[in-house]
């Protein structure tokens, strides 16, 4: 909220050297938001229903965002729940006559939020959000202007739409889909249009019962308080993102890290801590995602069994 209303403000607040203005973001944003319910809109999805989606996916987002900051850990909610609120909302509204039904309004409605699933898989979502502030964690450590980060991700993602698209599609039309070398393309393709673009259009989609919307109301009703209460004193202990730490996930990454970094200040210092340990730390990080880069470059050319 701080940064919309500083974005928008009438007298722009002096800037720090490498920050980037919050009206970048926020414009850019609002105007992909914009071209995106058009885009839909004009090949048949309902309006109402798109921006229904925008809005919970960017609650989802700003949750994933919210865990990784209190907790290190990436959220395990997944985004077919904002698949299965909109598709009930179509539903109950005559958006989506039956369930299924075949049509092209349907389908549109359903395939637009693959654009907002990030990720080789549908579940990776929240990791994906969980490697993006990563990424600025790390420019941080290092002491790298945010302005650099932000134009390396956009050349990143300039890369993926102008060479990496076409590569994926020149391997496909190549060597067809049911080769060897484009089997992990073509796999991971045909499960994104499995959970979205066939749901309530050619296959019945999940449908919210009275019983899950009234606990997701009262969810966003607690949740709401304790945040606002976290946010408003400092001493209040109660947080939901604390839920996440049942997840064995948690405790084999999160957990292990943040006892080791107060062992090393508790024992050897802050200096210590600075001039070593976070060194290596931010080694480790950037020699893992350098070698997750060459992992997933050499999955494309074999089967993975799990893609299936």
């Known amino acids: 909220w701080n940064s919309l209303k500083e974005a928008f403000a009438r007298k722009a607040s002096s800037e720090e050297p490498g920050r980037i203005p919050m009206i970048i973001p926020w414009a850019g944003f609002i105007a992909v938001a914009l071209i995106y319910i058009i885009f839909w809109s004009a090949i048949g999805a309902n309006p109402g229903l798109l921006i229904l989606m925008l809005i919970l996916w960017v609650f989802f987002m700003l949750t994933y965002a919210r865990v990784y900051a209190e907790t290190g850990q990436w959220a395990g909610a997944y985004p077919w729940t904002v698949r299965n609120i909109v598709g009930t909302v179509g539903l109950s509204t005559g958006a989506i006559p039956s369930n299924p039904y075949p049509s092209t309004g349907t389908w549109a409605t359903m395939a637009a939020y693959r654009h907002l699933v990030t990720g080789p898989y549908t579940v990776q979502t929240p990791n994906t959000v969980w ?32 060479i990496a698209v076409p590569i994926y599609l020149g ?24 959970n979205f673009d066939t749901k309530y ?10 019983r899950d919307a009234g606990l997701l109301v009262a969810a966003f009703i607690v949740v709401g308080i304790l945040w606002f209460l976290r946010l408003k004193f400092p001493w209040f202990i109660f947080t939901p993102v604390a839920l996440w730490a ?6 084999l990454s999160a957990a292990p890290a943040f006892v080791i970094k107060i062992i090393i200040l508790k024992v050897f210092g802050v200096k210590a801590y600075e001039k070593y340990a976070v060194p290596i730390a ?12 060459v992992g997933i470059t050499g999955l494309l050319f074999y089967k993975a069994p799990w893609a299936a």
Request: glycine share 12%; proline share 1%; aromatic share 16%.
């Open 131 to 162: 490697g993006m502030l990563c990424t600025y964690y790390l420019g941080y450590e290092t002491k790298t202007r945010e302005r650099d980060i932000f134009i390396a991700q956009l050349l990143a993602i300039i890369i993926l739409v102008f």
């Open 171 to 194: 391997i496909m039309g190549s060597f067809g889909a049911n080769k060897l070398w484009a089997w992990y393309l073509t796999a991971l393709e045909a499960r994104g249009v499995r």
């Open 246 to 251: 049942y997840s064995g996930m948690w405790f």
């Open 282 to 293: 931010v080694g480790y990080l950037v020699g893992l995602s350098f070698g997750a880069m």
């Open 201 to 210: 259009c050619v296959t019945k989609g999940p449908v919210v019962s009275d």
